[in-house]
């Protein structure tokens, strides 16, 4: 009886039949109303049209479609069940419930909404919003011609915008020199000076605490009070990180530098920053526990909070006014943003 059920199949609708790995394409055949045995009948009478020139050319082939073909045929005689699907995008295709109006449980109806792909299939023209110019800034890698700060050859520096979760947007800056191999990144705020300073306290207990992100801005100190370090505003630039790159860098700076470490240095020095850069390999391994303070007049800093947007038991950040000194350091004492525009008038 389930093969007498009628059938409206669109020609962009696609039939299968999962237990044969079967399927009718879209757009392959013509629209047609028919029974369910007659799409079966249809995709048999399609698949023996060729068989004669097949057994001729590739008998190995032939058989394999002569076996389908008598799957598909013992399909009809309905001796064990099948699962029939149709799928249309268009929603012009129909399978009969004989039941109706009441309910088919062998029958089940899902409605979905097109993809983009399937809608360009149909021709139908989607209406798109316009693109927000800032929103393809996001998604855009920006290059410009620069020079290499090291070896002055021309280079180019890439910069895209990239909106940190939780915090803001930042800027990345990455320049890749050609002829000297020189590679150098730069982290710049997406946007204002905040109202307060912001100084970030985190107590590293675990290893996995170096993979938190962090956003060091160029106006911003670090202070590991177990060390007795302190890394003045400035130095380093501006980084986006995790915790394990930038301590890395701290001892990179430290190891690198021919004053400390290098022939310059005296015996009795070299012997405290090698202990130093032994004790920070330490916290990067995980091996000892200390706290790492980042404070940032500017406000402008980060430190991934894992457990967000949950309160993480080990980071605490407290927001400060600036001292007259830190806005001396910011630039902000002598700079006005409003009422200027009469005073100037007023000044000609």
Do not use: W
């Amino acid at each position: 009886q389930d093969m007498n059920r009628e059938v409206v199949k669109t020609d962009c609708a696609t039939a299968r039949i999962p237990e044969l790995d079967f399927e009718i394409p879209a757009f392959t055949q013509k629209g047609v109303l028919t029974t369910i045995e007659g799409i079966i009948d249809r995709a048999v009478a399609g698949l023996e049209q060729d068989q004669p020139v097949r057994r001729a050319t590739d008998e190995e082939v032939a058989s394999k479609i002569d076996e389908f073909i008598g799957k598909l045929k013992q399909l009809k005689e309905a001796r064990s069940s099948f699962t029939f699907i149709i799928d249309d995008p268009s929603g012009n295709s129909f399978v009969e419930n004989p039941h109706a109006p009441r309910k088919d449980d062998a029958l089940a109806v899902t409605r979905y909404r097109r993809t983009p792909q399937q809608a360009a299939l149909l021709g139908l023209e989607l209406d798109e919003k316009p693109a927000d110019p800032a929103e393809d800034l996001r998604n855009e890698v920006l290059q410009f011609n620069t020079n290499c700060p090291e070896c002055n050859a021309p280079a180019n520096t890439n910069m895209k915008l990239v909106q940190i979760p939780h915090f803001k947007e930042v800027i990345i800056m990455a320049t890749n020199c050609d002829s000297c191999g020189h590679r150098t990144n730069e982290v710049k705020s997406g946007g204002a000076i905040e109202p307060q300073g912001t100084r970030i306290t985190l107590r590293i207990t675990d290893p996995s605490d170096m993979t938190r992100d962090i956003l060091k801005s160029e106006t911003c100190s670090v202070e590991i009070p177990e060390l007795e370090f302190e890394l003045g505003m400035g130095v380093l630039g501006g980084k986006f990180t995790t915790l394990e790159g930038l301590l890395k860098d701290i001892a990179d700076l430290v190891e690198r530098n021919p004053f400390t470490l290098g022939d310059s240095s005296r015996p009795s020095k070299t012997e405290k920053l090698r202990e130093f850069v032994g004790k920070l390999h330490e916290i990067v391994e995980g091996k000892t526990k200390a706290h790492f303070i980042m404070d940032d007049p500017a406000g402008n800093s980060y430190l991934q909070n894992v457990y967000a947007p949950e309160e993480d038991p080990e980071l605490k950040v407290e927001r400060y006014e600036r001292t007259f000194e830190q806005n001396e350091d910011l630039g902000l004492n002598d700079m006005k943003t409003e009422g200027y525009e009469s005073e100037g008038a007023s000044g000609r």
